[in-house]
């Protein structure tokens, strides 16, 4: 039986490299840093370093922290961080050229984000961010290939 990589806690953690779109490269090649998991950040921090990783390219890494803050969080709140780890994964499949997969994390992100759309926390473009993943929806619909802009965060 072939062993499986597993982390610090004995969980079973895939431990090949991976490259800025989270895909992963075989063993020994050069890959980018991978975000640190179960990590607490403020929500300013999150979106800070959510757009710096949307900004370098990098929105599977992005989504990794809005995860971390769906998931620490309880009440209300836990749907605008799921909502904004789904539009990044949506990014994410746009940019690989998974049309069918952009389409359903995109739209499902839109609609997890909507309750926060009159009155957005943390000066979240709800609004904004809602318009930019329906045009990318659209646009992927359409094509194999797209070539989104990067969303601003805040407004």
Same mark, same amino acid.
């Given at each position: 039986?072939?062993?499986?990589?597993r %982390? %610090?806690l004995?969980r079973a953690?895939n431990?090949?490299?991976?490259?800025?779109l989270?895909?992963?490269?075989?063993?020994?090649? %050069?890959g !980018?840093?991978?975000q640190?998991?179960g990590v607490?950040?403020?929500?300013?921090?999150?979106? !800070?370093?959510a757009q710096?990783?949307?900004?370098?390219?990098r929105?599977?890494h992005a989504?990794?922290?809005?995860e971390?803050?769906?998931?620490s969080i309880d009440?209300?709140?836990?749907e605008?961080?799921?909502?904004? /780890?789904q539009?990044?994964v949506?990014l994410?499949h746009?940019?690989?050229?998974?049309?069918?997969? /952009?389409?359903a994390l995109l739209e499902?992100?839109?609609?997890?984000?909507e309750?926060?759309r009159?009155e957005?926390?943390?000066?979240? %473009?709800?609004?904004?961010l809602?318009?930019?993943?329906?045009?990318? /929806?659209a646009?992927?619909?359409?094509?194999?290939?797209?070539?989104p802009?990067?969303?601003?965060l805040?407004?």
């Amino acid at each position: 039986m072939e062993s499986r990589d597993r %982390d %610090d806690l004995g969980r079973a953690r895939n431990a090949r490299p991976r490259d800025g779109l989270g895909r992963p490269l075989p063993y020994g090649a %050069d890959g !980018v840093p991978r975000q640190p998991e179960g990590v607490q950040r403020s929500p300013a921090d999150t979106l !800070v370093e959510a757009q710096e990783l949307l900004d370098a390219g990098r929105p599977f890494h992005a989504h990794e922290v809005f995860e971390d803050a769906w998931k620490s969080i309880d009440g209300p709140e836990r749907e605008l961080w799921r909502g904004l /780890a789904q539009l990044a994964v949506g990014l994410t499949h746009a940019l690989r050229g998974n049309g069918t997969g /952009a389409v359903a994390l995109l739209e499902r992100g839109v609609e997890n984000i909507e309750p926060f759309r009159v009155e957005p926390p943390y000066g979240i %473009d709800v609004a904004g961010l809602q318009t930019w993943a329906q045009t990318l /929806a659209a646009e992927a619909r359409e094509r194999v290939r797209v070539e989104p802009e990067i969303p601003r965060l805040t407004g």
